[in-house]
């Protein structure tokens, strides 16, 4: 049963720095061994993310990439996605755009803002993925 995990915003130094959550995720996801791809919502996003993920952990590199920047997308652990870009889905999606992740994986992450306003969205795609079969789980970070 594919899984989707809702990591809701909850500690200064990800609310002050979003972007942190996400490689993080990326992290846990590279250790793991899973083959994951990051749906940015633009190349800005996709660009900082980039940048993010070099400054991370000086002690552990996350090998990753934008897509179309290189030949080796298909090989690279950690694939940051713009809508722009037709992409297959892999064994593990962080999804940071507006809509249900609908690509063929295992596992979906969607990063829950801090601002309230902003999460009624979620609770919609939250039930979305239920209706879809998913196993829907949510952790306060």
């Known amino acids: 049963m594919p899984r989707a995990d809702f990591y809701l915003i ?3 130094r990800f609310r002050d ?4 959550l996400v490689c993080e995720l ?11 791809l990051v749906l940015a919502r633009d190349m800005a996003q996709a660009e900082a993310l980039d940048d993010a993920l070099w400054a991370f952990d000086p002690d ?10 290189d030949e080796d997308d298909d090989i690279t ?7 722009d870009r037709d992409i297959p889905g892999r064994a593990m999606v962080i999804n940071l755009r507006d809509a249900a992740v609908e690509l063929a ?4 992450l969607e990063v829950v803002p801090a601002d309230e306003s902003a ?3 979620l609770r919609q795609r939250w039930k979305q993925y ?6 829907v789980n949510k952790h306060d970070m």
């Open 105 to 108: 994986c295992e596992r979906v």
């Open 10 to 12: 909850a500690k200064p």
């Open 26 to 36: 990326a992290r846990r996801a590279h250790d793991s061994g899973a083959s994951t």
């Open 77 to 83: 652990p950690v694939l940051i996605a713009t809508p």
């Open 119 to 121: 999460r009624e969205p």
């Open 60 to 69: 552990a590199y996350i090998p990753h990439q934008i897509a179309g920047t």
């Open 17 to 20: 720095d979003p972007l942190r």
């Open 130 to 135: 239920k209706a879809r079969g998913f196993e």
